[in-house]
């Protein structure tokens, strides 16, 4: 399943957009621009296949949600244990949406359910 607007570039599983108020949060993951912006995550995780230079969602309290990269995010699961941790997505794209909220279309839909086969 992917979102119409992104394809070819990103596919997953379980995608959704969460909107970004400032484009410079990702700077250590390659944003070269302030600004809003969207990112693309995929909400199936495969915890076995952690990318340490990726970005992930994760909460500890499953209230607050952090974005940590890969590489924090074993850190993490070291200290306080994969059993206290849930990852809730994996980045896949962020990009700067157009102009107007209206231009948007696609990019704003929530894929949550796969088709049935």
């Given at each position: 399943?992917?979102?119409p607007?992104?394809?070819p570039?990103?596919?997953?599983?379980?995608?959704?957009?969460?909107?970004?108020?400032?484009?410079?949060?990702?700077?250590?993951?390659?944003?070269?621009s302030?600004?809003?912006?969207?990112?693309?995550?995929?909400?199936?995780?495969?915890?076995?296949?952690?990318?340490?230079?990726?970005?992930?969602?994760?909460?500890?309290?499953?209230?607050?949600?952090?974005?940590?990269?890969?590489?924090?995010?074993?850190?993490?699961?070291?200290?306080?244990?994969?059993?206290?941790?849930?990852?809730?997505?994996?980045?896949?794209?962020?990009?700067?949406?157009?102009?107007?909220?209206?231009?948007?279309?696609?990019a704003?839909?929530?894929?949550?359910?796969?088709?049935?086969?």
């Amino acid at each position: 399943v992917s979102l119409p607007m992104f394809q070819p570039f990103v596919a997953g599983v379980d995608m959704t957009v969460v909107t970004l108020e400032d484009m410079k949060d990702l700077q250590d993951f390659g944003a070269k621009s302030g600004g809003p912006g969207v990112l693309v995550v995929d909400r199936v995780v495969n915890k076995s296949q952690i990318d340490t230079e990726s970005l992930y969602a994760i909460t500890l309290d499953d209230q607050e949600v952090s974005f940590v990269s890969g590489q924090e995010l074993l850190d993490k699961v070291e200290i306080v244990g994969d059993d206290n941790l849930t990852v809730l997505a994996k980045a896949l794209m962020a990009c700067k949406p157009p102009g107007k909220k209206s231009d948007w279309g696609d990019a704003t839909a929530v894929v949550s359910n796969l088709p049935s086969e």
